[in-house]
């Protein structure tokens, strides 16, 4: 089938290099076999199960779908067969504009893909494209290790990416379902809502949530607010004790390097934790961990 041949060095084929160039590849192999394409009824084909976009940009689909019926599909979309029909790879924007355009078929490509690319290559065409929330991205890096196995480390060297860059991402899974709804509206960034994580209770976390979309607070002021951030039992009595500027200076940069939970109390350092995997991404930042 076609992109056989690309898909031959194996999954390393797929990570690594530019995913455009990618499926280009996969286009100008079977054009070579003969044929780039060949049209698929849309009907018959299913989404993607491991697509991990969730919102799509309507008012782009809508233009997309108005090129489309002017001038068709110009890039074939990947599908592999399945027991009944075909199951897209890749290609969900311009399948789901040519049924707004009203088109019954659509070119596509077949491929032989197996279960494990069909997650990976789904992950990457949005994630180079840049069309994940952090939400969303960070949900797909869960099913990867998940449904997968990879450790943070192999997903980081999959991707290109650090590991500490992974397990921040997945640390935004641990904030409160409402938050994490405002990240995937485009109510709160990536910067906004990492910094959040900092604040233990859920209740103030949330509150700063909306106080940051309300006032459209900065990172920065915000990290501020978050770095204020105490245990309800614990306010009153900070408050009634005064701190050393150094040791508050201290402790905000901790907070700020490790992106957790600080306090330094009768000469000792407290770090919050949610996890192991939090934990190894501490002690990663602070170059402890073992190889």
Sequence with gaps: MAGKKKLGKGLDAIFGEDIDSFL?????NAQEKGGSSQ??????????????????DENGLKELAESIKENGVFQPILVRKSLSGYELVAGERRLRASKLAGKKQIPAIIVDFDDRQMMEISLLENIQR?????????????????????????????LGKSRTNVANMLRLLSLPE?????????????GQARTLLAIEDEEERIALADKAIKEGLS??????????????GDRKKSEEVKRDPFTEDVED????????????RNKCISIKYTDIEDLNRILEIMDVIED
């Design 253 to 264: 940069r901790l907070r700020k390097k490790l992106s957790t939970r600080v306090e330094i």
């Design 24 to 28: 280009n590849d996969i286009e100008k």
């Design 178 to 190: 409402s938050i994490k709804a405002k990240v995937n509206q485009g109510l709160l960034s990536y």
């Design 219 to 232: 990172v920065r002021q915000l990290e501020k607010m978050a770095s204020g951030g105490k245990k309800k």
């Design 39 to 56: 049209e698929l009824p849309i009907n018959s084909i299913r989404p993607n199960p491991y697509q991990p976009r969730k919102e799509f």
């Design 130 to 158: 840049k069309d994940l929330t952090p939400i969303e991205e960070a949900t797909a890096y869960s099913q990867l290790i998940k449904k997968l196995g990879y450790t943070q480390d192999e997903l980081a060297k999959r």
